[in-house]
């Protein structure tokens, strides 16, 4: 029901921005959120946004990565500046609906000179 799209190769400082669209509408929103998962290492909250404006960043990526959304659209953004070898992951979409979690299917991310 997510379709996560925007990843591909980079170099170092380079910039993407990752979509995240929904197929179908999803009422009751609560929150928008982008994790990653590296090889070896489990997989974490990057950026998130609530249905009230509020948003959450990790330290790694605050000042480099924006998280934004598109309600018309039912689509979430993830701007990802200066970016370093250490955001290479898979960057997964989460949409979180009164008790339920909607995962998109990843997009690798690789940032390698």
């Known amino acids: 029901q997510l379709q996560a799209s925007g990843g591909g190769l980079v170099q170092p400082g380079g910039s993407l921005r990752l979509s995240c669209a929904a197929s179908?509408?999803?009422?009751?929103?609560?929150?928008m959120g982008w994790y990653r998962q590296a090889p070896g290492k489990q997989r974490e909250l990057v950026a998130a946004?609530?249905?009230?404006?509020?948003?959450y960043y990790a330290t790694s990526v605050t000042g480099r990565f924006t998280i934004s959304r598109d309600n018309a659209k039912n689509t979430v953004y993830l701007q990802m500046n200066n970016l370093k070898p250490e955001d290479t992951a898979v960057y997964y979409c989460?949409?979180?609906?009164?008790?339920?979690?909607?995962w998109g299917q990843g997009t690798l991310v690789t940032v390698s000179s």
């Open positions: 989460k949409i979180t609906a009164r008790i339920y979690d909607y």
């Open positions: 179908g509408s999803i009422p009751s929103i609560n929150a």
């Open positions: 946004l609530t249905s009230g404006g509020s948003s």
